[in-house]
Nanobody
Framework: QVQLVESGGGSVSAGGSLRLSCAAS????????MGWFRQAPGKEREFVSA???????SCADSVKGRFTISQDNAKRTGYLQMNSLKPEDTAMYYC??????????????WGQGTQVTVS
């Protein structure tokens, strides 16, 4: 049974940083792809960033230059380093993993989410 557990969310002032983690059990990150999504109250879930097993990445224009996605295959953990946070980054952040690549993902597994609040 695959389980994803996010952590690292919290409250931070604008301009601050947070690092989200996504720990996977029952799934090898290096065999597929991982993505981060977010959903703010009253809005639809949106794509933030993704990484393929070869290390290639993609990110939304709204976070480009501020957020960095990475993964530690040995630890079966993915990360989202978020710098220069803005109030509009406030949302519940979800990680997803599955087969495929960042440009053709098949996200079969989702975490429960971690809240990020920027004031």
């Amino acid at each position: 049974q695959v389980q994803l557990v996010e952590s690292g969310g919290g409250s931070v002032s604008a301009g601050g940083s947070l690092r989200l983690s996504c720990a996977a059990s029952g799934f090898t990150v290096s065999n597929g792809c991982m993505g981060w999504f977010r959903q703010a109250p009253g809005k639809e879930r949106e794509f933030v960033s993704a990484i393929s097993s070869d290390g290639s990445t993609s990110c939304a224009d709204s976070v480009k230059g501020r957020f960095t996605i990475s993964q530690d295959n040995a630890k079966r953990t993915g990360y989202l380093q978020m710098n220069s946070l803005k109030p509009e980054d406030t949302a519940m952040y979800y990680c997803a993993m599955g087969a495929g690549t960042w440009y053709n993902p098949r996200y079969n597994y989702w975490g429960q989410g971690t809240q990020v609040t920027v004031s």
